[in-house]
Structures are given as C-alpha cells and as structure tokens.
C-alpha cells in the first residue's frame, strides 16, 4: 500500500499544521461524522447546505485521527482538549480534496480506466469491473459516486489494487475535465451520446464536447468508444488514424462487432467477432444495451491482455447496481423490473425495448417525467409515448408534469385510452396495480431519480409479495 503522510498533503494543499505529527500516515478518508471510522483523515466538505468544517470536533471525538478544515479559528484550549490528534487548515477543502487524490493517484502506477456516456455508466462500469477483476485485483466506484466528490475519494480508497475502474458524470461543460485531471485515466470509454442534461447543454454536439473532456487527463489514453452511436461514430472517423482508439459495436463494422445475437427475457447471447478470434458469449441479463456494454468489456480486457476464459467468464458472472434493470421474480409469473434510478430518452428507449421482449405476458410500463431537458423536453416525453406503442405495451401508467406528453402521444400513436392511466400523486399507482395485476404481468418502472419511482417499486414487490 502507497502511504501519504500529513507532511505530503500539506505540501500539496498549502495547507498549515495546527496541532499534530507530519509523519502520520493518512490510509483512510471521510466527509460524513456519522459514518466516520477510528483513525479515517475527516475533510470537512462544504456544500450548498452546510459547511462540513464546522463538524470538525464531531470528527475527533467519533475516532477521527485527524482533520483538514477550512475558515476556522482553533482556541488555545482546543487544541489543548485535542492534543495528540492532527488538524490541517487549508484555503479550501474541496480544491485540498482534489490535490490530496491527485497525490495518491501520482503514487500508484496501475491501469485507471474511466467510463462516461449519457446512459449506461455504471453498468457499463460494473461489467468492466468484474471482466478485469478476473485477473487484477480492481477498486471500483461505488454506486453512482461519479462526479467531483465521490470520484476523489474513491481514489482515496486505493491500497493495495492493481487496478481503477472510474465512472464519470457530469451536467456542465468542465466537470468532466476536472475528473480526468484527477484520475489521469489510461483507458477512456464513452458508452453513448445522448439527450441526458441536454436541458443544461443547448444540443447533442455540446454533450459530446462535454463527454470527450475525458481525454484531457491522458492525452495518450486508449479511447473506446460506441461506434453504433452516431455522433461517437462521426467523431471516429475524423480520428481513426489514432490506433489507440477502439471500436465496439452490433451495427456497425467496428474492431469488436456482436453477432448473431439471441435475446432473451433475462438474458443475452451473442458472438462477439474480432480480427483475431470470435468468442461465444453468455450474458445473465437481457437487453441490446447490456451487449454494447459486454463488447466495451471485451474491449478494455484485450487492451489488459486478459484471456479470453476469463473475459467470459467475468461477463457471465456481472451484476447491476441496485435500481438499474433489477428483477424481481414473484409468484404466479409476475415480475418487477426496477430500472428507476434514472432515465433518458435513450434509457427510457432501451428499457421498454426489454419489456417487450416478455411473451405470454400482460406488459405494464409505469413511466415519470425525465429531468434536465430543458425545452427539448416535451419532444423526448412525446417520443417516449410513441416508443411505448412500438413495443407493442399493454398497460401504460405515468405520473409527473410532463409525463402527460408521453400519455397524449400513446393515444396519438394508437393505445387505447382503456389500457392508460395518469396519476397526480405518484402512490396513487401501487392502488392501481394492485387492482389490475394479475399471473404472468411484468411490470417496469422507469423515470428520473428524484421521482422516487423505486419505492413504488420495493412497495409493489412487498405487497406482491405477501
């Protein structure tokens, strides 16, 4: 394991040592006094809400072995009531944070491979994750801990690992370059481009823009990119004399192609063909999307030099993070898929596609509104709608302001007004389902995070399940 010192953050944080030794080693990190272990280095985050610093003696007093605050004054007493503890003063904790996990990413020489797109990161991370751990010991995000916090500090997690697999969110120009100046990434992979925060970004143009950022840590890094999204592909083919960059794709001619793909209701085959050898893979979840994200695993494992056993074998044995394409089984052949943790209009796309892959059942897609639009929302609500009658749904549910577009534009598009519900007030819907649920009924839920529809969906399955 790599040590940092308290002498080598202060040297990089310009920070002052207030009371303490510079010799301590400082293996583990904290923002959150709850949680806080024995001997974790607390930083003091400030955010829109509170100011993290001024928790500092919660802190100690929880085990803390040290702390680096900011815009505070320490009385003589204090630090007398704190003697043998370490506290560091910095200008500001959250540009410390920055240069603390630039630091401990300087002393690890290991593969660092980062992930963005607009949908698709933290699958798309999970499953590269379990391919390359077959081989290398491998630190991951956790969850969605994505952007200008969470991906510092889980570069503070690093110990004793062989590799980094780094996903990275954004809403604005900047923040992904800031992220992969901390992370200096090896190895960059755009899952798509999307509508995701078009809202905040004008176009499609600019999320690419924004996405490529990634490049700016490494400019050496390998790049492995979608190559059936169409603007990855435009991009691709002003690039393609670079060979560091990788294509992986099921339409398009790409360095990693998927064919004769076999989808089922819960799982995916498909042989993945390179120029060197063709590979059958098996793949425990369903959906077109999981196999894009499976060939960008492939392709990251190859640039490792993993065998091709353990490729297949890390595909095969991926799980999702919680909330994302989560099924449940019930009785009577009833099953919730739980996909609510967020949603785009290619999500959105993606997750009814699966849905209709269910035979013999009665199909119930319970739909919210998609945030970050701006005023491209009331188009991508609408074409939501006319995706939910392409794939043949049965039963339509929606709540939330603009989830009203993709009602009108099922009725335009042919649903029958019989087989659509609205609901003002969200738990109105588990109600509903429970009144017209019957064996065989696969039900999806599917809006942005803060519409809260996974708990609809843990309270269906509760009352399903009893």
């Not at 583990?28 to 829109?48: A, L, M, Q, W």
Request: hydrophobic residues 35%; aromatic residues 6%; positive net charge.
């Amino acid at each position: 394991m790599k040590e940092l010192l308290v002498k080598d953050i202060i040297k990089v944080t310009n920070g002052k040592l207030i009371i303490g030794n510079e010799n301590l080693v400082c293996n583990n990190f904290s923002k959150d006094t709850r949680t806080i272990n024995k001997d974790d280095v607390y930083i003091g985050i400030k955010g829109e809400k509170f100011d993290g610093s001024k928790f500092w003696k919660e802190a100690l007093n929880n085990g803390a072995s040290s702390v680096i605050i900011s815009n505070i004054e320490i009385t003589k007493e204090e630090k007398e009531n704190f003697k043998g503890k370490t506290i560091i003063i910095v200008e500001d904790t959250l540009k410390a944070l920055y240069e603390i996990a630039k630091l401990k990413r300087s002393l690890y020489n290991i593969p660092v491979i980062a992930i963005t797109g607009s949908v698709g990161k933290t699958s798309t991370k999970d499953i590269i994750a379990s391919v390359i751990s077959k081989k290398y010991k491998t630190l991951k995000t956790i969850g969605n801990n994505n952007n200008n916090i969470g991906l510092p500090f889980t570069i503070l997690k690093l110990k004793d690992e062989e590799t980094l697999v780094l996903e990275m969110g954004m809403n604005h120009f900047g923040e992904i370059k800031l992220l992969s100046n901390i992370a200096k990434p090896d190895i960059c992979v755009i899952t798509n481009i999307g509508t995701s925060h078009i809202g905040n970004l004008g176009s499609r143009q600019n999320i690419l823009k924004a996405k490529l950022e990634i490049l700016e840590g490494n400019k050496n890094a390998y790049v492995v990119i979608n190559n059936d999204n169409d603007l990855l592909h435009e991009w691709y083919e002003k690039n393609k004399n670079n060979n560091k960059i990788y294509t992986y794709g099921i339409k398009n001619k790409s360095d990693f192609n998927a064919k004769n793909l076999k989808l089922e209701e819960e799982s995916s085959n498909f042989i993945c063909e390179t120029k060197e050898e063709q590979m059958n893979v098996e793949l425990l979840v369903a959906g077109e999307h999981f196999v894009s994200n499976a060939l960008s695993a492939i392709a990251v494992a190859k640039i490792l030099n993993i065998d091709t056993n353990k490729i297949l074998e890390g595909i095969k044995g991926f799980e999702l993070t919680k909330k994302r394409m989560d099924i449940a089984n019930l009785k009577n052949g009833i099953k919730i898929i739980n996909d609510a943790y967020n949603a785009s209009f290619e999500s959105m796309q993606a997750s009814l596609k699966t849905l209709s892959k269910y035979e013999g059942t009665t199909k119930i897609a319970v739909l919210g509104d998609m945030f970050e639009l701006g005023d491209f929302s009331k188009e991508l609500h609408e074409k939501v709608g006319k995706e939910v009658c392409k794939n043949n749904i049965d039963i339509l549910i929606c709540s939330g302001e603009n989830s009203k577009y993709i009602i009108e534009s099922a009725k335009k598009n042919g649903m029958k007004e019989e087989n659509i519900y609205y609901f003002e007030n969200k738990d109105k819907i588990v109600e509903k389902l429970k009144d017209i649920i019957k064996p065989n009924t696969v039900i999806l839920f599917k809006a942005s995070n803060a519409m809260k529809f996974f708990e609809l969906a843990k309270e269906t399955n509760e009352i399903l399940s009893n």
